[in-house]
């Protein structure tokens, strides 16, 4: 199963989410009517069990109660990653932190990131959890955070931490982290019940339980009582939920994990790194528990088993399975750990199991089969994603470059620097305007980055972009606006938009937007290519273009020979930028698969002469941002 596959089956699994939520809101109403009925008639309140007034009255009160309860926690979670990671109890990572267990997992994010095309998300650390576990949460990438306990860094190798951050960026590649997040919401309405039940019996600590002697009638006494039997039936009654919570958990994740597990080998090409990290679970006194009070409600989102209760419904496959789908060989044998030495060297034991030329510059493809030109002219497969291109891509940015994109101020001018003109009289212009809004600083760190960035690959212009997302995202509110105002007038101050600027608005847009206004995730209007070939051929036309006349014919026959489209090259006036942004937001609106084959045919329009352009990388990368979906880097650049 590819990425674009993946996506489309989490899409139809929030289907029967739905219908799980329905039936779990169905048995706890009946449970509550139940009750009710057998209590009214113990009184003598009733003739029988049946009662429609009482039903109905039940189904509204109890219904309309776990109806709001998933509308809220729903709009909390609109927040992003960030609302599930502080109720975690983590804290988010200094990236200039002087740790080396933190500043290895920030490098080993980065890497990941860079490897998968998709902004670096934030990174979180459960400073308080000493199990090895970690999370991947967000509505999507843009407001995506990875989280990790204490015991993952401290317990693990590189090459383990690595294969635990490969499997949670498979969860946001392959759309099961927005699957969670809805899964989250819905569940928090079902355990509403039970939540409320464990808070009243708590309060019977405060409640005084021996009437005064005011009180002859033991007023006091019986109100304790009452809220304590109340407290006992809601725990019974939200029991049923708690149950079909974990029966929806279960349903919807384990199978996900198995794929989560593959796909973080394929991006290693390491199977030991996943493998031994699971081992040194099973091999640990914490394991993978998990102490948060509100983890039950995540336990979907962990890498591992949280601890939690489970009615023998486990969100997880057994540690065993696991281990045995990627190391068929296994001998069984769990990894003990130790606290790490002062160096930061943990180790591991064995342990018995227990049971267009707008830009300048020509890319070409590297012998490394981390980039060959079929990875691009298929794209959607894990074989895409390498994280040793990752390491190379980030080991190659200067430190200087990588602080800036760790720092707030130094972000934004990097961001300005990059969009400054290079005629010298509208350069002026934009400086001084520049100077007007940020000040003298940051007029002489935009001029700073423009000169050292100028001559840069495009690839290598994406990687800092991706880089600087998350300081980015720790601007205020009016910062953002002052950011954004900024470089859209940046971008249109010469009157023309070229496509490395659309390339910078549309990652920001897609990246920051989300973020800070929360919008809502597009739903799905269009199901078939047939519905945008019109908008298709904008996109094919221009990437054809792009590799030369003499190319752009051959390039285009060739990439839809098998397609059982007829279509035919559009001419130039019909492909301006506005009008890719107009096909773009359109198919932005498609299903998985639709936006698959659009970026099938692209790779296979770019590929056709083995050579990318600085260009091509540029459209391609707009393209895989406007309709949410991750590209990585296809290529190594060449000066």
């Known amino acids: 199963m590819n990425f674009f596959e993946a996506q489309d089956d989490a899409r139809r699994r929030t289907r029967w989410l739905v219908v799980y939520y329905i039936l ?92 998968s095309g998709v902004p670096v998300p934030e990174i979180w650390i459960m400073d308080d959890e000493l199990g090895i576990n970690a999370f991947a949460a967000g509505s999507e990438p843009g407001n995506a955070v990875v989280a990790v306990t204490r015991g993952c860094i401290q317990r693990l190798s590189r090459d383990e931490l690595q294969g635990v951050v490969a499997h949670e960026f498979s969860h946001i590649l392959n759309g099961d982290m927005r699957l969670n997040m809805r899964l989250m919401g819905l569940l928090f309405g079902i355990l509403m019940i039970s939540m409320i039940g464990r808070m009243l019996f708590h309060a019977m600590r405060f409640m005084p339980m021996r009437s005064s002697r005011n009180d002859r009638n033991g007023g006091a006494a019986g109100i304790a009582i009452a809220i304590f039997l109340a407290g006992i039936g809601l725990m019974i009654v939200g029991s049923v939920g708690v149950f079909f919570g974990r029966m929806i958990q279960a349903a919807i994740s384990r199978q996900r994990e198995y794929l989560a597990d593959a796909s973080a080998v394929q991006f290693t090409r390491n199977p030991d790194g996943i493998a031994n990290a699971l081992k040194k679970i099973g091999g640990m006194q914490y394991g993978s528990k998990m102490e948060s009070p509100k983890a039950a409600e995540a336990s979907h989102l962990f890498f591992a088993d949280g601890g939690m209760f489970s009615y023998g419904l486990a969100t997880h496959p057994p540690l065993d399975v696991r281990i045995r789908a990627i190391q068929k060989s296994w001998d069984g044998e769990f990894l003990e750990t130790d606290i790490p030495d002062m160096d930061g060297v943990s180790s591991g034991r064995p342990l018995a199991a227990a049971s267009s030329g707008l830009s300048q510059g020509t890319v070409f493809l590297s012998s490394s089969p981390s980039v060959d030109g079929g990875q691009i002219r298929e794209m959607g497969g894990d074989s895409r994603v390498d994280v040793k291109l990752g390491q190379s891509m980030l080991q190659s940015i200067k430190p200087e470059w990588l602080d800036a994109c760790h720092d707030r101020s130094q972000a934004q001018a990097l961001m300005f620097g990059m969009l400054l003109s290079d005629e010298p009289d509208m350069r002026k212009r934009q400086t001084e305007s520049i100077r007007q809004q940020l000040g003298d600083a940051a007029v002489e760190n935009s001029k700073r980055w423009r000169v050292e960035t100028h001559a840069e690959s495009s690839q290598m212009k994406i990687a800092l972009i991706d880089l600087a997302i998350p300081s980015l995202r720790r601007l205020s509110p009016p910062e953002y606006d002052r950011f954004i105002q900024m470089t859209q007038w940046l971008i249109s101050s010469d009157g023309q938009v070229e496509l490395f600027e659309m390339m910078i608005q549309k990652v920001l847009q897609r990246h920051l937007d989300v973020h800070f206004k929360r919008q809502a995730f597009p739903g799905i209007r269009y199901r078939k290519m047939e519905d945008l070939l019109e908008d298709a051929n904008v996109l094919w ?39 890719i942004d107009q096909s773009l937001d359109r198919f932005n609106l498609a299903t998985p698969l639709v936006k698959q084959q659009l970026l099938q045919v692209c790779g296979r329009i770019v590929m056709h002469d083995d050579v990318v352009e600085a260009g091509e990388a540029e459209l391609i990368r707009v393209v895989a941002d406007s309709i949410g979906c991750a590209v990585p880097p296809f290529v190594r650049m060449h000066q």
């Open 541 to 579: 036309t221009t990437l054809a273009a792009m590799g030369g006349e003499n190319q752009m014919a051959d390039a285009y026959q060739t990439a839809l020979a098998d397609s059982a489209w007829s279509l035919q090259m559009l001419p130039p006036q019909d492909c301006g930028l506005q009008r």
């Open 24 to 115: 779990a809101v169905v048995g706890i109403i009946l449970s509550v009517y139940a009750i009710v009925a057998g209590v009214m008639a113990y009184l003598g309140m009733s003739d029988g069990l049946w009662m429609p007034e009482v039903l109905l009255m039940t189904a509204v009160g109890a219904g309309g109660m776990m109806g709001i309860g998933s509308l809220f926690k729903t709009m909390q979670l609109s927040g992003g990653g960030a609302v599930v990671a502080r109720d975690m109890g983590a804290r988010q990572v200094d990236p200039h932190t002087t740790d080396p267990e933190e500043k290895r997992y920030v490098n080993v994010v980065e890497e990941m990131a860079i490897a």
